[in-house]
């Protein structure tokens, strides 16, 4: 890889840290979502600032070129986000479902009330 590539790969990491933070300090982002891209911002930028280790990891993976090895562990990342997501959204469709069903019966409740209340009210005149 040439040493551009090594450049763009730290200054990336670089931006990716300072996104991340900020969003974390503005309270976008929360903690446990942030640790995938913290990760990801550190193995870039540690692979930017030591390109020996990224040659040794390539071997030892054995992998032919260090960018093969970039683009797997980036979309493995990736892999991990979704599925944290996925989880999560899984969680807040049944919390929905649930508080729905909840609002549902509250209505319901709420209508036979006012019709009991009504029926009290022409009775008695």
């Known amino acids: 890889m040439s040493?551009?590539?090594?450049?763009?790969g730290v200054v990336a990491a670089v931006i990716t840290f300072g996104v991340v933070v900020e969003l974390l300090r503005r309270r976008?982002?929360?903690?446990?979502?942030?640790?995938?891209?913290?990760?990801?911002?550190?193995?870039?930028?540690i692979a930017g600032l030591f390109p020996d280790i990224l040659v040794w990891a390539t071997s030892l993976a054995g992998v032919v070129l260090p960018t093969n090895l970039i683009f797997f562990v980036s979309i493995a990342?990736?892999?991990?986000?979704?599925?944290?997501?996925?989880?999560?959204?899984?969680?807040?469709?049944?919390?929905?479902?649930a508080?729905?069903?909840?609002?549902?019966?509250?209505?319901?409740?709420?209508?036979?009330?006012?019709?009991?209340?009504?029926?009290?009210?022409?009775?008695?005149?």
């Open 3 to 8: 040493t551009t590539a090594y450049i763009l």
């Open 28 to 45: 976008r982002l929360r903690e446990r979502h942030a640790i995938w891209w913290l990760l990801a911002a550190s193995l870039a930028l």
């Open 77 to 97: 990342v990736l892999f991990l986000v979704c599925i944290q997501n996925s989880a999560e959204l899984t969680g807040l469709e049944s919390e929905t479902r």
């Open 99 to 125: 508080l729905a069903e909840r609002a549902a019966l509250q209505e319901l409740r709420i209508v036979e009330l006012e019709k009991a209340q009504a029926r009290g009210t022409t009775d008695e005149a």
